[in-house]
């Protein structure tokens, strides 16, 4: 396949799940207006957007303490439109479903028919909705809705489209971006565990990162902060946590490029892939070490995809000269 | 005269049958010819509004496919669907038949032409066309001289426009270089099918969708012949081309990459493209960028769509381009007019499609004869297409036309002139009515070892009541075309649908 366009599969990919991410994150968030107190909503948004690392309007979250006030004044609506139609946000739902749909056009020959039209039928009908056509009505539903086209466009892929490179890199493209994100996520909300005061609601984090039910059969309804946490981070059967993700990204790499994984000496990329999962399986689930494990799975991470890049995307052509 | 048979059809009843123009549907009394006649009773029956449910059908499922076109505004850009026309023009079988025989012998001779003019220049020297329109002509690749083209397909896909008037079919232009549009004739196809599937069975209309695999079995026997298992991709100019889409369909139906120049590299006088496992070499590339933008290092060094060094590899015999470079020269509208004489010279054979009869302006007689006769002609700048540099003198204002004969005097050689053609019309669906409008078709052509023509093509509607003009940045849209096998007396279409 062209490198051009596994780079296209890869970011469609990225961006359709970030996307995700984001309209879970928004529907919880809007969801916990109802049942919160306003104080928690204004965290809520805070982590929100330091999980997503986009800057609010009228304030970075990144940098300053007087963060949550200003959430307390900016309304809830405001912020909703802005993480889900704002054009001139490259962080918002819109864009994002509108990035993705750029790259697949890139890539239209490695594509099925069926995976291009829920990719365009989609941002079609996104790009001409408004907040305020559904915001009175069941705000959650809508983002919800937005969600279940994401599961059909991954079903229509899984079975309609041949599960060589394109399929693999576009899974590596999901994972990846899913890895990532859900370190933001967990790292946001680390700081509370060792808060004594706080009210939190941990079952949040667990519909954010859409394994509440999968938390539930494991223990139980019953929410314990440091459970959810394990969960999340080490857990090796349900789709979100970061070893599952981990697992994904080191099978992905071995069927893209066999060779890289089994032969002396091992390819970067595969050795980073390999440390990633060894430290998701084998690492430390002591509760001191939590902040460093979040920071060298980050690192790593963000090193694999610079591996990736530099093997089979951006490789310099005198190191790629066949025989033929 | 308003026919009964229309009267009683509440979608025709605003049809204007004039005799000016032929009728692709009615004959001269208002009646539906033999060949249409089914078609016409079906859509007589047809309530309007579902005709009108169709086309929105057709023109979502065409948004929602992404066959578009952008357009770039200041504050957003904007997709439009072409327009879609869901009447189809339907065509006899047997005088298309005369067509493609047409069409096959102008191809065959204007690659005899290529390969002539660059090689040894036979034509010029024996006086047929002057020197100057040949080898001063700005499409005329003095690179190319001497370059053997596997089979002689210096063109080996070809869009020909043609129009019909009372007097038949005509050649208005000879799309030589890189014809787009097939795309839209399959996709309408596709979309008629869906929407009328019926109909379009009873109705014996006659294949189009083979014309990918054909299309990919001309280029695989374009590869150099040591190569057994060619690699073919299709170089496009990215996804900012108003054809991008088309690119990708044809890619993605013949199964091979949509490179852009960017993907491709040459060393030591071979193309590579990039690769996810490396470079893989490449041996037939089906351009659909200028000839000015293939090459840096030959051709216009400040484009970016190409490849450096990609001219040298073709020349060095280790790569095919198709279509060839240099083929503007053949499709050149100066040269248009001297293509029954190519015709006669290399196959001592009638022009079988009649020539639109067409005045040089570089002949002192011609010129005369333009001026004295604007208001009637029209005229065409030689090295433009698309509709740009023409004066369509009956449609013209007086002040309009004082300009242009200022501009022929000053330069009469860039200029030609063409009797204003009664373009045939089509009834098309236009609010909730039916109604005539202008068309042309363009069919496409293959040719390698041997030709192919897919039966059907591309027809362009001139959506604008009255206009001429059907290019698609000037209000134009597109139908399908079918050609139809009208059936033996006594055989009912009845019995057809099986």
């Given at each position: 396949?062209?490198?051009?366009?596994?780079?296209?599969?890869?970011?469609?990919s990225?961006?359709?799940e970030r996307?995700?991410?984001?309209?879970?994150?928004?529907?919880?968030q809007v969801?916990?207006?109802t049942?919160?107190?306003?104080?928690?909503?204004?965290a809520?948004?805070?982590?929100l957007?330091?999980?997503?690392k986009?800057t609010?309007p009228?304030?970075?979250?990144l940098?300053s303490d007087?963060?949550e006030?200003?959430?307390?004044?900016a309304?809830?609506?405001?912020?909703?439109?802005?993480?889900?139609?704002?054009?001139?946000?490259?962080?918002?739902?819109v864009?994002?479903?509108?990035?993705?749909?750029?790259?697949?056009?890139?890539?239209?020959?490695?594509?099925t028919q069926?995976?291009?039209?829920?990719?365009n039928?989609?941002?079609?009908?996104?790009r001409?909705?408004?907040?305020?056509?559904?915001?009175?009505?069941e705000?959650?539903?809508?983002?919800?809705?937005t969600s279940?086209?994401?599961y059909l466009?991954?079903?229509?892929?899984?079975?309609?489209?041949?599960?060589g490179l394109?399929?693999?890199?576009?899974?590596?493209?999901?994972?990846?971006?899913?890895i990532?994100v859900?370190?933001?996520?967990?790292?946001?909300?680390?700081?509370a565990l060792d808060?004594?005061?706080?009210?939190?609601?941990w079952?949040?984090?667990?519909?954010?990162c859409?394994?509440?039910?999968?938390?539930c059969?494991h223990?139980?309804?019953?929410i314990d902060?440091?459970?959810?946490m394990?969960?999340l981070?080490?857990e090796p059967e349900s789709?979100?946590?970061?070893?599952f993700?981990?697992?994904?990204?080191?099978?992905?790499l071995?069927?893209?490029d066999?060779a890289g994984?089994?032969?002396?000496p091992?390819?970067?990329?595969h050795?980073?892939a390999?440390?990633?999962?060894?430290?998701l399986?084998?690492?430390?689930q002591?509760?001191?070490d939590?902040?460093?494990?979040?920071?060298?799975?980050?690192?790593?991470?963000?090193?694999l995809?610079?591996?990736?890049?530099?093997?089979?995307?951006?490789?310099?052509?005198?190191?790629?000269?066949?025989?033929r | 005269m308003?026919?009964?048979?229309?009267t009683?059809?509440p979608?025709?009843?605003q049809?204007?049958h004039d005799?000016?123009?032929?009728d692709?549907?009615f004959d001269?009394?208002?009646?539906?010819?033999?060949?249409?006649?089914?078609?016409f009773?079906?859509?007589?029956e047809?309530?309007?509004?579902?005709?009108?449910?169709i086309?929105e059908?057709?023109?979502?499922?065409?948004?929602h496919e992404?066959?578009?076109?952008?357009?770039y505004?200041?504050?957003?850009?904007i997709e439009r669907?072409?327009?879609?026309?869901?009447?189809?023009?339907?065509?006899?079988?047997?005088?298309w038949?005369?067509v493609?025989?047409?069409?096959?012998?102008?191809?065959?001779?204007l690659?005899?032409?290529l390969h002539?003019?660059?090689?040894e220049?036979h034509?010029?020297?024996?006086?047929?066309?002057?020197?100057e329109?040949?080898?001063g002509n700005k499409h005329y690749?003095?690179?190319?001289?001497?370059v053997e083209?596997?089979?002689g397909?210096?063109?080996?896909?070809c869009?020909?426009d043609?129009?019909?008037?009372h007097?038949?079919?005509a050649?208005?232009e000879d799309n030589l270089?890189?014809?787009?549009?097939?795309?839209?004739?399959?996709?309408c196809?596709?979309a008629?099918k869906?929407s009328?599937?019926?109909l379009f069975?009873?109705?014996?209309?006659?294949?189009?969708?083979?014309y990918?695999?054909?299309?990919?079995?001309t280029?695989?026997s374009?590869?150099?012949?040591q190569?057994s298992d060619?690699?073919?991709?299709?170089l496009?100019?990215?996804?900012?081309n108003s054809a991008?889409?088309?690119?990708?369909?044809?890619?993605r139906?013949?199964?091979?990459?949509?490179?852009?120049?960017?993907?491709?590299?040459?060393h030591?006088?071979r193309?590579?493209m990039?690769?996810?496992?490396?470079l893989?070499q490449?041996d037939?590339?089906?351009r659909?960028?200028?000839?000015?933008?293939?090459?840096?290092?030959t051709?216009?060094?400040d484009s970016?769509?190409?490849?450096?060094?990609l001219?040298?590899?073709?020349?060095?015999?280790r790569?095919v381009?198709?279509?060839?470079?240099g083929?503007g020269?053949a499709?050149d509208?100066?040269?248009?007019?001297?293509?029954?004489?190519?015709?006669?010279?290399?196959?001592?054979?009638?022009s079988?499609?009649?020539?639109i009869?067409?005045t040089?302006?570089?002949e002192?007689e011609?010129?005369?004869?333009?001026l004295?006769?604007?208001?009637?002609?029209?005229?065409?700048?030689?090295?433009?297409?698309g509709?740009?540099?023409?004066?369509?003198?009956?449609?013209?204002?007086?002040?309009?036309?004082?300009e242009?004969a200022?501009?022929?005097?000053a330069?009469?050689?860039?200029?030609?002139?063409q009797?204003t053609l009664?373009?045939s019309?089509?009834?098309?669906?236009v609010?909730?009515?039916?109604?005539?409008?202008h068309?042309d078709?363009?069919?496409f052509?293959?040719?390698?070892?041997?030709?192919e023509?897919v039966?059907?093509g591309l027809?362009r509607?001139?959506?604008k009541?009255?206009?001429?003009?059907?290019?698609?940045?000037?209000?134009?849209?597109?139908?399908?075309?079918?050609i139809?096998?009208?059936?033996e007396?006594?055989?009912t279409?009845?019995?057809?649908?099986?």
């Amino acid at each position: 396949m062209l490198a051009r366009v596994a780079d296209n599969l890869y970011w469609m990919s990225r961006y359709l799940e970030r996307s995700d991410q984001t309209i879970r994150l928004l529907g919880v968030q809007v969801r916990s207006v109802t049942d919160n107190t306003s104080a928690q909503v204004a965290a809520g948004w805070t982590r929100l957007f330091r999980s997503l690392k986009v800057t609010p309007p009228g304030g970075d979250p990144l940098y300053s303490d007087q963060l949550e006030d200003s959430f307390l004044l900016a309304d809830a609506y405001t912020l909703a439109d802005f993480m889900s139609f704002e054009h001139d946000n490259p962080g918002s739902m819109v864009s994002l479903w509108g990035m993705s749909r750029e790259n697949a056009r890139q890539a239209r020959q490695e594509i099925t028919q069926e995976m291009w039209g829920q990719l365009n039928r989609t941002y079609l009908s996104l790009r001409d909705t408004q907040l305020h056509f559904f915001w009175n009505k069941e705000p959650e539903n809508f983002y919800k809705e937005t969600s279940a086209q994401i599961y059909l466009f991954r079903g229509v892929t899984d079975n309609g489209l041949r599960h060589g490179l394109a399929w693999d890199f576009i899974r590596l493209g999901r994972f990846m971006e899913r890895i990532q994100v859900t370190t933001e996520i967990l790292d946001n909300y680390r700081p509370a565990l060792d808060d004594e005061d706080t009210d939190l609601d941990w079952s949040l984090l667990l519909r954010s990162c859409a394994s509440f039910e999968p938390y539930c059969r494991h223990y139980t309804p019953e929410i314990d902060p440091w459970k959810v946490m394990t969960f999340l981070i080490h857990e090796p059967e349900s789709p979100h946590t970061l070893r599952f993700a981990a697992e994904e990204i080191r099978n992905g790499l071995g069927r893209i490029d066999p060779a890289g994984g089994a032969r002396h000496p091992l390819q970067a990329a595969h050795r980073i892939a390999g440390q990633l999962r060894a430290l998701l399986v084998y690492g430390s689930q002591d509760r001191e070490d939590l902040a460093g494990t979040l920071a060298e799975v980050r690192r790593l991470s963000r090193g694999l995809h610079d591996e990736i890049y530099r093997r089979y995307i951006f490789f310099p052509a005198d190191q790629a000269l066949p025989g033929r | 005269m308003i026919p009964v048979a229309a009267t009683a059809a509440p979608a025709f009843r605003q049809y204007d049958h004039d005799s000016t123009f032929y009728d692709e549907m009615f004959d001269g009394d208002g009646s539906p010819r033999r060949h249409c006649a089914d078609f016409f009773e079906t859509i007589r029956e047809t309530p309007p509004d579902d005709l009108r449910q169709i086309q929105e059908r057709v023109t979502r499922s065409f948004l929602h496919e992404g066959i578009t076109f952008t357009v770039y505004g200041d504050e957003q850009t904007i997709e439009r669907v072409f327009p879609i026309d869901c009447l189809p023009r339907i065509v006899r079988g047997d005088e298309w038949d005369e067509v493609a025989r047409g069409l096959e012998q102008r191809l065959r001779a204007l690659n005899l032409f290529l390969h002539d003019i660059y090689h040894e220049g036979h034509i010029v020297r024996d006086g047929v066309i002057p020197a100057e329109l040949v080898y001063g002509n700005k499409h005329y690749r003095i690179e190319m001289r001497g370059v053997e083209v596997p089979h002689g397909a210096y063109v080996s896909v070809c869009g020909t426009d043609l129009v019909r008037t009372h007097d038949g079919f005509a050649v208005l232009e000879d799309n030589l270089r890189v014809p787009s549009g097939v795309s839209y004739m399959l996709a309408c196809r596709d979309a008629i099918k869906r929407s009328m599937p019926r109909l379009f069975r009873r109705s014996r209309v006659r294949d189009v969708e083979h014309y990918s695999r054909r299309l990919l079995e001309t280029l695989r026997s374009l590869a150099p012949p040591q190569v057994s298992d060619p690699s073919i991709v299709l170089l496009t100019p990215g996804v900012y081309n108003s054809a991008y889409y088309e690119h990708a369909f044809l890619a993605r139906q013949m199964g091979i990459e949509l490179v852009e120049g960017r993907d491709l590299l040459v060393h030591n006088r071979r193309v590579y493209m990039r690769t996810t496992a490396g470079l893989r070499q490449v041996d037939v590339i089906y351009r659909r960028i200028d000839d000015d933008f293939i090459d840096p290092v030959t051709f216009r060094e400040d484009s970016v769509l190409g490849v450096p060094g990609l001219f040298h590899a073709y020349r060095a015999g280790r790569v095919v381009i198709a279509n060839a470079p240099g083929t503007g020269v053949a499709d050149d509208k100066a040269v248009y007019a001297y293509v029954p004489r190519i015709i006669k010279y290399y196959l001592g054979e009638e022009s079988i499609i009649k020539p639109i009869p067409t005045t040089l302006c570089r002949e002192r007689e011609g010129l005369a004869y333009t001026l004295a006769n604007l208001d009637k002609l029209v005229v065409k700048m030689v090295g433009e297409s698309g509709g740009y540099g023409m004066l369509v003198g009956p449609h013209a204002s007086r002040t309009e036309r004082k300009e242009f004969a200022a501009a022929l005097r000053a330069n009469p050689d860039n200029y030609i002139s063409q009797p204003t053609l009664a373009l045939s019309r089509a009834p098309c669906l236009v609010g909730a009515h039916i109604e005539p409008r202008h068309v042309d078709l363009r069919p496409f052509i293959l040719q390698s070892e041997r030709t192919e023509i897919v039966p059907g093509g591309l027809c362009r509607v001139a959506l604008k009541k009255g206009s001429l003009v059907v290019n698609s940045s000037q209000g134009g849209g597109s139908k399908d075309a079918w050609i139809v096998d009208v059936p033996e007396a006594g055989e009912t279409p009845a019995e057809a649908d099986g």
